[in-house]
């Protein structure tokens, strides 16, 4: 059996069809808000019971890693899973996983945490939208590449990420998602790929 799965249009296989994709996107796009909450309320959350961020963090990634080994004990899928996800980990797991340890890895970063969750709550939605309307993979690439550089633009304005980052982020960020693991979600390579290049950065901020 191949390490890489035929790309599919998405619909066919999310439950609830075209709503239950419309509420995978929006979900999706609804990640962005956790950097607020993290770096506005996370203090606050984690003095109300006691612990730090990290630890809030590291606990609700553990959560989220049992609950998915549950969730495939049982063989279970929900309203905007696909249908393969019964038996293999999911695209939500995937990106929870991975926005864990980006949040674990740099806690007191919100000028490199913002750009990089956005680009994976807002880039793969616009990268799979765009790839859905049959344009040529050049294409997808090279727009899917100035949209995330917008987001890490639009990000050295709000929270001074490095503008010269946004140059080389825009297109690891979609060349990271282009991959198609059997066993690995674009939810986790499109994050984690461009955290471990940021990682490999940082001493030249």
């Known amino acids: 059996m191949s390490d890489q799965i035929e790309l599919t249009d998405p619909v ?14 929006g979900f999706h796009i609804g990640m962005s808000i956790i950097p607020f909450i993290y770096f506005e309320f996370g203090e606050k959350i984690a003095d109300y019971f006691s612990v730090t961020v990290i630890q809030v963090v590291s606990f609700l990634t553990l959560v989220l ?6 969730r495939l004990k049982l063989g279970i899928t929900i309203f ?18 991975a ?15 913002w750009p990089l969750i956005l680009s994976l709550s807002l880039g793969d939605p616009f990268l799979g939208e765009i790839r859905r309307m049959g344009l040529e993979s050049k294409t997808v690439f090279f727009y899917g590449s100035i949209f995330i550089a917008l987001i890490w633009i639009a990000c050295s304005f709000q929270v001074d990420t490095p503008l010269w980052m946004a140059v080389v982020m825009g297109p690891l960020c979609v060349a990271a998602e282009w991959p198609r693991l059997r066993w690995v979600d ?20």
């Open 186 to 205: 674009d939810n986790a390579t499109m994050l984690l790929i461009p955290l471990s290049a940021t990682i490999m950065l940082i001493p030249w901020m």
């Open 12 to 25: 066919d296989h999310s439950v609830g069809g075209m709503y239950g994709h419309m509420f995978r996107r």
């Open 99 to 113: 926005v864990g340890m980006t949040f674990l890895i740099l806690p007191e970063h919100p000028e490199l945490v």
């Open 65 to 70: 890693v049992f609950g998915e080994a549950l």
């Open 80 to 97: 905007g899973q696909r249908d393969y996800e019964s038996k293999q980990v999911s695209a939500l797991a995937w990106g929870g996983f």
